[in-house]
Structure formats: structure tokens, C-alpha cells
């Protein structure tokens, strides 16, 4: 695995050794940030289940501002360190290492906002829609969020009415779906 773009392209990025990280593949990484190119410069990116950081790294590689890292895992946090080193980009990386809930609860307290964010969960973890929402309700997201969310074919986040899924697609097993804030009527009266 490498970076694919911006200023730090060619450079490695590790996995930790077993099954329990899923990185997202490079052909499906270049697809993704071709799509979401225009939403990179100077944002603010959050990477719920951050892996290898893959997703965060490139964020910052094309463009982005910072990028807050979130993973539990020992094995993923360690591979995340050496990723940020070996990228040069870990001086706009914060790792938090704990589960997503209680991080983005640290990240409410300290009043933070995102413009990009990707979840990308193990298959097993289902409840996508559930974090979306959370985000929402904790005021992580910015006025113009883009959030990523990567999932299991069919598997698609169940959206509460303040969110629209306005992209899909498919990459063998794994889709992603785009999604942004759903307008308001005012706003589509504003846009006729």
C-alpha cells in the first residue's frame, strides 16, 4: 500500500499483520478522493476506525488541513504511528486510541468540527446510520460536512431525515456512500 496523491505520493503505508484491519485498496482510495478532490483543500478530517490511517494520510497529502485518527486497536494504533512518521504528515495526525464513542465525546467537550469524515468499520459492525447520527447530535460536523461511509455490499447506513445519501457506489464487495446534510425547504426554495 502506498499513498496515492499530493505531497506525499509513493510513500508506504503498512497494515498491522492479521485479518482484523480491512484497508481500504489502493484502485478504490484513487476512485474515492477523485470523487471527494474538491472537499480536500484545508479540511477538517475526522477518520472514525482509522485502520492504517490510510484515508486520513491521503486527506492530508491532498490538501486537508488536520485530521483527527480514531482506533482502538493496539495493532492499528502502532501501525498508524509508524504511518504518520513515514509519511511526514504526522505533525497535522492526532491518535486518539479508544473506542469512537468515547473519542468523539472527548471531541464534543473540546468543541471540535469536522468537514470530512470517513467510517469505515469492521463488516461486522453494522450500525453506520447510529454513528452518523451521533456525530450529528454531538455537533462534530461542520455546515458543510461530506461524510464516507464504508460499508458492506447492501449494507448501506440507515439515515435519519437530516441526512441525504447523495452518491453510492460499488467496488466488488465493499460500496461506499457519500453523504451530506439534507436540505432544508427553505434552502431548495433558495436554489429554484
Known amino acids: 500500500m502506498r499513498i496515492i ?35 480536500m483543500p484545508e479540511a477538517r478530517v475526522l477518520d472514525l476506525f482509522a485502520g492504517t490511517g490510510a484515508l486520513s494520510l491521503e486527506s492530508l497529502s491532498r490538501g ?37 464513542r468515547q473519542a468523539m465525546d472527548v471531541l464534543a467537550q473540546e468543541g471540535q468540527k469536522f468537514d470530512v469524515v470517513f467510517i469505515d468499520p469492521p463488516y461486522r459492525m453494522e450500525n453506520t446510520g447510529e454513528m452518523c447520527a451521533a456525530l450529528y447530535d454531538k455537533g462534530l460536523l461542520s455546515d458543510a460536512f461530506l461524510m464516507v461511509v ?16 447523495f452518491d453510492l457506489r460499488r467496488y466488488g464487495d465493499t460500496e461506499i456512500t457519500f453523504v451530506r446534510s439534507a436540505k432544508r425547504p427553505q434552502e431548495e426554495q433558495a436554489d429554484a
Not at 482506533?71 to 469512537?100: F, H, P, V, W
Not at 448501506?156 to 441526512?163: I, S, Y
Open 150 to 165: 464504508e460499508h458492506r455490499r447492501g449494507m448501506a447506513p440507515l439515515l435519519d431525515a437530516r441526512f441525504e445519501a
Open 5 to 39: 496523491g499530493g505531497t506525499a505520493r509513493g510513500r508506504a503505508i503498512t497494515a498491522p499483520a492479521g485479518s482484523k484491519t480491512r484497508p481500504t485498496q489502493d484502485y478504490v482510495r484513487e476512485s474515492l478522493f477523485n470523487i471527494i478532490r474538491w472537499d
Open 64 to 100: 486537508a488541513k488536520d485530521a483527527v485518527l480514531i482506533d482502538m486497536d493496539r495493532d492499528a494504533c502502532q501501525a498508524i504511528k509508524k504511518n504518520m512518521e513515514t509519511s511526514r504528515l504526522g505533525d497535522r495526525c492526532r491518535l486518539i486510541s479508544r473506542d469512537y
